[in-house]
């Protein structure tokens, strides 16, 4: 793991507010000067701690009104067919997240889709009929509660 001190926990938490701070506007937060804040941010970048900058795009205002978890459960244990599950979930669009679980289903897919034809086309079309899934089960989110991205970087500090 990198090292990271008090000033770069605290650029990372300003950068985590917002991507597009200046070196300068980043140096006046965080109390040091512009080229340190530009020297620590290009470490922090090489060293993958910054892994990149996205605009956060409005979903509901594109249109893509609902948003459901899928759990799916394979159809036999196997690399293989691991495999071609994971070739599939990375050729979908549709799909935002997917990880790998313990419990009951084997993989949660998050989606965020127009409307329930198109989570219906998703299940029936794309999923279901593939070789390596066995169960496929939805639930669709009915109010966002809570969303971040933002690390928890309180927990680093010392």
Known sequence: ???????????LAALQDDGRLTNQQLADLVGLSASQCSRRRMRLEDEKVISGYHADLAGEALGFGLIA??????ATHSPDNAKRFRELVNRVDDIQEAYALTGDADYVLKVMLRDLKSLSDIVNNVLMPHQSVAHVRSSIVLDRLKESTKLPLKALQT
């Not at 793991?1 to 650029?11: I, N, Q």
């Open 69 to 74: 978890f899928i759990h799916i459960t394979l």
């Open 1 to 11: 793991m990198p090292e990271v001190d008090a000033f770069d926990l605290k650029m």
